[in-house]
């Protein structure tokens, strides 16, 4: 008999989590009784929509250790139906383990690329169990054979990315724009951002333009386009630039792509003797595209305007009086006219925001915190916030960086462990994403509030490395 290990499934089986086998409890004298296998279910259709579901639970009887007193332990067996077990997937179970458990995602996985069954097609299996008695001079014992029907779906991706001129990188496959994966909904993905008047489409592997799903028979379905000799390749048009929201699912091939409320301007910029009469960016907040960021060192200070274009001549939003200083929640006017009032600081480091929707703005001076911490059950001390995870101070005073195992869970970063969870805290740009091994811009809650919890959701378990400026609030997640 041949025993062959695959080491992608071996990997996948304990990525996902495989636990495999249950525990009964250990009798010392089994007595006389027969090895019998049995199933859960002998036909089996897999689903994909739900993957984590179980779709198979093997359960054996203990088998007898002659009165020995002797513990034993198994060895179950799948192989393709009428191979004799030639080639076999087996799982070994401690002493005491009876039953054998995978989910609709480890098995379809299982069948196709350990046993090489077509995607979409029915696989008959035989199963064994093997008891080993711990003593010498015993034969191990061997259960009847049972027979499993299953039928198999081919999988579907994990990630998912936008390509297109209508999105923030172009056409670059290298460099297309990732979707974040739906927690908890099979196929589903979302995005939201700016995008320009252009096309798009979908792809699933950076680097390479099929599979695609491209525009199918409408704007609200998707058309899984497998390789390049389909000459099919319509794509989804945005004939108005501005912020979308994007929704889809990659199994009902439902897509919904809706405008989102959007600011007369998405770009602005400071300028003033405080930026050195040079136009300095700002960011626009990922949550809300009415709401506009620079943080930075203002060196000596001096005075500032805000710029809706890289020119002289246009709109501004400058303070109703002139030379306002740092303030919060101050009033701020925009216009095209004279009198050309600005804000005047003196020299440090500040968080300015900028609210155009209801016209206000925090200029406010930025004391950085001395240390930062990852907090979630993904982290190496989970959710004892007392205990949180600290991270490693870097050159400046805004860097910090880590580097260790994460584990399947979330996680987030507080900036000052405060017992009552109400203290400040760095989250993710959307509840449940991916880190996505690119920067990333965070949301800050200062003291717990914002109406903001979202974390980032770890899907894979490994070590990874983390970088964070707690100045320009953002963070670089990326699995080694």
Known sequence: MKTLYKIFVILFL???????CTDDLMITNKGDQPLILSASDTVIVLDVTVPESNALTLNWTAGSNFNTNASISYSLELAIKGTDFATTWHQD?????????????????????????????????????????????????????????????RAITKTLYLIGDAT?????????TKM??????????????R??????????????????????????????????????????VITTGGVYRITLNIITLAIQI?????????????????????????????????????????????????????????TFFRPETDGKTA??????????????????????????????????IDI????????????????????????????????DPYTFTWTGHLVVGELKFTCDKQSDWGGAWFLASQSGIEPSGNVEQMIFSAHGDGGHDNKWNVKTAGTYSIELNQLQETVIITKQ
């Not at 405008?259 to 003033?272: D, R």
């Open 327 to 360: 303030g919060t929640n101050m009033n701020v006017v925009k216009g095209t006219e004279d009198p050309d009032y600005q804000w005047n600081v003196t020299a440090g480091v500040y968080k300015i925001k900028l609210d155009v929707r209801d016209l206000k």
């Open 168 to 176: 923030p990188n172009g056409w670059s496959a290298d460099n297309a």
């Open 14 to 20: 304990a990525a996902t989590g495989f636990t495999a």
């Open 364 to 395: 406010v001076k930025f004391t950085p915190y001395a240390m930062i911490y990852l907090v979630g059950n993904a982290t190496p001390n989970g959710w004892e916030i007392n205990q949180a995870t600290p991270m490693v101070a870097g050159s």
């Open 180 to 193: 974040n994966s739906i927690t908890g909904i099979a196929g589903g993905f979302t995005w939201q951002g």
């Open 195 to 236: 995008l320009s008047a252009g096309e798009l489409k979908f792809i699933t592997t950076l680097g390479a333009f099929t599979p695609s799903y491209n525009k199918g028979d409408d704007d609200t379905k998707l058309y899984f386009r497998e390789s390049g000799d389909d000459p099919y390749d319509e794509k989804f």
């Open 93 to 153: 179970c401690e002493r005491g383990i009876t039953s054998v458990s995978l989910t609709t995602e480890e098995l379809n996985t299982l069948l196709i690329q350990y046993f090489g069954v077509t995607p979409s097609q029915e696989a008959e299996l035989e199963a064994r169990v093997t008891a080993v008695v711990h003593a010498d001079g015993i034969e191990p014992q061997v259960s009847e054979v049972i027979t499993l029907k299953v039928s198999t779906y």
């Open 258 to 314: 809706e405008a989102l409320e959007a600011p007369e301007f998405g770009e602005l910029w400071l300028i003033g003797n405080a930026t050195g009469a040079a136009y300095k960016p700002m960011t626009m907040d990922f949550s809300d595209p009415f709401i506009f960021h620079y943080n930075a060192d203002l060196g000596s200070g001096g005075r500032f305007k805000i710029a809706a274009q890289e020119a002289a001549v246009g």
